[in-house]
C-alpha cells in the first residue's frame, strides 16, 4: 500500500530555504545533531537512531504550530526524517482512525494521556493537552522518505522517538500534567 507523505510538494518547497541545524557530532558522523529538533528538546542518541550517517544535517519546516505544521530532518540533501505536529479535538486511537497508514502496527504504551500507534515508517502519537487552545495534540513521526532510504530504522527506535517527542511538545506548550 502507498504511504501518504506530509505536505506534498510543501516540504520540497522547504528543501529550497534549508536553514542549517548546530549540535555536538559523535561518532563517525560528521553532522551535528542539535539540541531542539522540529522545537523539543532531544537527546543525541534518539534522533541519531533514526538518521543514517552523512555530512550535513539540516531542518526544514516549522516545529510546534498553532494549528498544524511539518519539520523536516534532512541528511546530505535527502529528506531522512518528517514530524507532522498539530492541534486535534478529539482523542481517538490512530491505529483505529488512520489504519490505512499502517501495515501490521502495534499499540504505543505511553506514561501520559493518550493513543499511539507504530508500524515499521510511522508512529503517531495523539495525546491530551487539556488546553482551550489544544485541547489534543498529534504527531506523527515517518522515516524512510519517497524513493526509499538505506534501510528501514528500528521500530523501537521510532517509538522511542515519538514518544520522547510528544512528551517533550507537551512540556513545550504548557500541557497541565
Not at 563517525?28 to 531542539?36: H, L
Not at 542518541?45 to 523536516?72: D, I
Request: proline share 8%.
Amino acid at each position: 500500500m502507498a504511504k501518504r507523505w506530509p505536505g506534498g510538494a510543501r516540504w520540497a518547497l522547504g528543501l529550497a530555504a534549508l536553514v542549517g541545524v548546530a549540535g555536538c557530532a559523535s561518532g563517525d558522523e560528521s553532522y551535528a545533531v542539535p539540541e531542539r529538533v522540529c522545537g523539543v528538546e532531544m537527546k543525541e542518541e534518539v534522533v541519531r537512531s533514526l538518521l543514517p550517517e552523512g555530512e550535513e544535517l539540516v531542518e526544514t519546516g516549522k516545529p510546534l504550530p498553532a494549528k498544524f505544521n511539518y519539520c523536516t530532518l534532512v541528511v546530505d540533501g535527502e529528506p531522512e526524517l518528517w514530524v507532522t505536529f498539530g492541534t486535534e479535538f478529539e482523542l481517538y486511537h490512530p491505529l483505529e482512525e488512520y489504519s490505512h497508514q499502517f501495515e501490521d502496527g502495534d499499540e504505543i504504551t505511553l506514561d501520559f494521556v493518550g493513543h499511539g500507534g507504530v508500524d515499521d515508517d510511522n508512529a503517531k502519537i495523539i495525546a491530551a493537552c487539556s488546553l482551550p487552545e489544544r485541547p489534543n495534540l498529534i504527531s506523527n513521526v515517518l522515516v524512510s522518505p519517497p524513493g526509499g532510504g538505506p534501510e528501514t530504522a528500528p521500530r523501537a527506535d521510532l517509538q522511542r522517538f515519538a514518544v520522547v517527542y510528544m512528551a517533550g511538545a507537551k512540556s513545550e506548550l504548557g500541557c497541565p500534567g
